[in-house]
């Protein structure tokens, strides 16, 4: 008679409770086998020694930092300084759940605020906090200092000190006159980086090539917003030949009526931010005011010669 010797299972060093069965190459149910215990046959390949573990990359792209970026950025640019849900998902291109939990972590750091009336998303407090810090850090603001005083009080205008980034330009310093009509543009606020006097200032620095690529594709402020899609290129290609032979451009009520503008661009050989064909500039020095196109012209000489000025003093003279 054939005798069948039932086996008792035992506890493994872990503590889990497995058969003899199980110990071997698999336990048929298609999980790895446990460890041999001791006194038991381990038929398994011995594992090579002096093998080390990958460690973990921290340079990899984080999605999520990019979103937050990207909605950070996304709420900067919205024209009624605020948007909704579904506004900033559709601009980012994320779903409302993983939006709405990115802008809560944000409004706890207080980089978002959230009107409990329009429901509607804002740039929170502690971004005026990093700008501040940037500005204060910022070697060219403190350069440009003696240059916007000095303007400033030669012009009766507000001057302004503008800094490339991306497509837009951002006011980063700016002195306003202690008497009469100034013009009321603050710090941190942004043009388009092809808008009327400074837009023609830096396309009038870029080389052939990289000014007719800019012409051929993108939406051209030089003539204002009503203007953009319609802009007249041969006209614009005489001024900016004009604006290389002076030194600087000028917008005479073309853009906003009544308003006036002469600047000239500042180049830094370390300039970041700028796009391709303008790496080299690093921003513009502007008067802006009410004056009439006798004045510019001898603003415009003065600003002129304050941008080169500085530029020579980063080591770029143009």
Do not use: W
């Not at 080390?52 to 990019?66: E, H």
């Not at 003696?146 to 000190?161: E, F, I, K, N, R």
């Not at 090539?209 to 402020?221: K, M, N, S, T, V």
């Amino acid at each position: 008679m054939l005798v069948i010797e039932h086996q008792k299972p035992y506890r493994t060093e872990r503590g889990r409770i497995i058969s003899p069965g199980d110990i071997g190459e698999g336990n048929g149910n298609g999980r790895p086998a446990e460890p041999a215990v001791a006194g038991s046959a381990d038929t398994r390949a011995p594992q090579p020694t002096g093998v080390v573990s990958p460690k973990p990359s921290y340079t990899q792209f984080v999605p999520a930092v990019d979103q937050a970026a990207r909605i950070l950025f996304a709420l900067g640019k919205s024209a009624r300084g605020a948007a909704t849900l579904t506004e900033i998902c559709n601009a980012v291109g994320i779903s409302k759940s993983k939006g709405l939990a990115i802008l809560n972590t944000l409004r706890g750091v207080g980089l978002v605020t959230r009107s409990e009336r329009s429901k509607a998303y804002a740039l929170g407090p502690r971004v005026l906090a990093l700008s501040q810090a940037l500005l204060d850090h910022t070697d060219l603001v403190h350069e440009a200092a003696p240059y916007l005083d000095q303007l400033v009080a030669a012009t009766g205008s507000t001057t302004l000190l503008g800094i490339i980034a991306g497509d837009r330009l951002f006011v980063v310093a700016r002195r306003e006159v202690r008497a009469g009509m100034g013009i009321a543009v603050h710090v941190g606020h942004r043009f388009p980086l092809t808008l009327g006097a400074h837009g023609k200032a830096i396309l009038a620095t870029l080389p052939e090539e990289e000014l007719e690529e800019i012409l051929a594709r993108e939406p051209l402020y030089v003539y204002g917003e009503a203007r953009k899609d319609s802009v007249d290129l041969d006209l614009l290609r005489a001024e900016l030949a004009e604006c290389r032979r002076l030194g600087y451009a000028h917008d005479l009520g073309v853009t906003r009526p009544g308003i006036a503008a002469v600047s000239a661009v500042v180049v830094d050989e370390y300039a970041e931010g700028a796009p391709d064909g303008m790496s080299r500039v690093a921003g513009c020095l502007i008067v802006v005011g009410t004056f009439a196109a006798e004045a510019a012209a001898e603003y415009g000489q003065m600003v002129a010669a304050a941008a080169r000025e500085m530029s020579a003093r980063a080591g770029s003279l143009p």
